[in-house]
């Protein structure tokens, strides 16, 4: 049977009670479903110790008090909606991830049409050097631009000096310092983005650009009618991955600027960082870091939603 | 000729079980006193590490312990010690000395083994301690931690002799290298520097002085707010944010903001260095580390710096301090050994060699231990850092940022670096007095009932 079971009645093994037994054990641990089951139980393991356990023990941690060792409840939480220093955390948090993100889908989905435009060698040969800054560990980048951009030895300053433009403090202002964070954050994640649309245009068939080439489409009208809706899923899909690991960065912000000026560029992580471990306050710490949850949630309902309705459409 | 036995199975047994036993009995006898596994600070000067791992290795042998070391860093993107600290104290196992910056102890001392006995042996060895030491150091009356020379740093001036000279003040003659008395650096005040900031601005060598959220920037302004009577939270954690004092030391820092670079509230705990060593600034308030660096990378710049105490003002002069601390964790399993080994370490033989190997820069608990020579050695120029320890003619105090606030208050004070923030809103965001005081009185409310 498809199920892997004999399909032996019980009937026709009346009379054979202990043979019936060893039979449906045998039988149990050959279904495909238990081995199934059983072969992904190391895995199970894996995400029970590494993600279920600790999950739940953060939410465990952020009810204790400062030095755990009392049940405080929610108190924590309600501290931290009070401050208007964590208000300014949630600001940026969100503006650093939906900004990063929008901007390398956007450069990523126009990339990945240069490079489909792009045949042969040449194409290969672009597309490896456009990965670079994706296999460079972000850290490295991230130190990078801060040389570039440090009030010390600032390359981008020499060079608008050259030009005789005055010097730009890039770190120290709130909004050039947000908007350096997500763009090192572009930076390093655009490849990414680049790389799963050219996969997912590499499948669609090329007569329905040429059936609208004869129809007379402008290019715009082709990204519109067929790129874009051929490529829905996918950037769904990336959009809500890029989110989880944006929302959840840390080493831009700690290299780059350390929160500062004025904690108006923490995000979650290094605010949980700078609470928890540097504070000493893990219980707080925690409270800040499972902030994140409920925002990425919601945003993975709506997505996953949308991914699953045109699944079923596309049945 | 006699005839031997023959060696029956049982025999071949026990002569097997008793070779077998025998490098146990070896062992035991090696390590009678047991295993202490022991987790240092990182040291940032090359020497400093293999030298503390042999004067351990040589009490370990001595003493029959096992003793295994781990070097961990801290920094701020790198921070393996206080992720130690953290993981350990949750765990409950791990090393059984740890070492702990400035707050750690306070942090976790519900974990840690009271060390009143020690500390009670060396106070009477070497003389009175430090009080911000016993500050963060003791809880409840009680010495948790041990205030280790290794990592302790004050963050006084480094100025550069020639700006200074320039700007019509000689700090040669305000602190020379050799005893001296207070009244020669009247002149070194909060307000003297002021008035040399727009100069030294002008000559492209502003003052290093950063208003970021890492130490460098928390310290020397605690020891500013200090040095003007100005306290955020009293002793008794009572909110004195309103007080006329703080208000003058926001309104000065006001003025200062102007002068300093203009990277200084983004600034981390190398950007003062990097602005000495480069050429660039003309004062920061660190320890010896730029000047070090400077001495191999930048010789010119090294051969016109001079350390010497902060500035004073209406209150006196406060020099920044960071003291390390060695802790001995409840869980440990050998806390006679533990006590041994930080006690014999910090003996004056013991700390001399290991000040002599970071060229100065870690500085000895016990003010009896401010005579080594190294301070007088070390050049160029000759007596640079001659008066990097405190002197009994200083007339200076050691501080650290949040004090007097009772510690549980004081650490979130200064990990939320809540008064530079205070002052980079004012400064640079522009906000009134009072929305930035309305700002903090909530935010420090909240560090008050946490």
Redesign the interface.
Known sequence: MADGTTGISADALHGFAPSVRRGGLRRFAQRRSTIAVLMCLPLIALIAGLVVYPFFYSIYLSMLSRDATRFIGLFNYRYLLRSDTFDLVIFQSCFFAITAVFFKALIGFILAHVMHNISGRDQRIWRGLLLIPWVIPPALSTLGFWWMLSGNYSAVNWILGQFGIPQVAWLSNTWTARLWVAGVNVWYGTPFFMIMYLATLKSVPDQLYEAAAIDGATWLQKIRFISLPMLRNIISITVLFSLIVTFANFDIVQILTTGAPADTTHVFATYAFQLGIQGGNISLGAAVSLFIFPILAVFSIFILRGVGRRAREGM | MKKLRPVSRRDALKLAAAGAALPLVHMRTAHAAGSLKVALWDHWVPAANPAIQKLIADWGAKNKVDVSIDLLQSG??N?KL??AE?AES?AGTGHDVMTFQA??V???H?HLEPIDDVMGGLIKQYGAIDPTSAYLGKVDGHWMGLPTSVGSQYKPSCARISYFSKAGYDVRQWYPNAPGNAKTATDWTYDTLLKAAPGAKQAGLAFGLGL???TDSVDWTGALLRAYGAVLVDEKGNLQLRSDAVQQVLEYLQKLYEFL????????DA?NN??LI?G?SALIFNPPSAWWVARRDAPKVAEDCWTFPSPSGPAGRFNPYLPFFWGIWSFSSNKTAAKDLITWLQQREQVETLCDVSVGYDIPTFASMHDFKIWSEVKPPLGTVYNYPIRPWHDTQSNVSGYPAPP?IA??LY??ATF??MT??LA??KQKMKDVLD?AE??IN?YI??
Not at chain 2, 261 to 268: E, F, K, L, N
């Open positions: 701020t993107a921070a206080l992720l953290a949750l707050w750690g306070q942090q976790y519900q970021g959220l890492t670079p203009a990277d200084t509230v983004t600034y981390d950007s990097k602005a480069s660039q549980r650490i979130q990990n939320n530079n923030v980079v809103k640079k965001g700002w909530n935010e909240g009932n946490m």
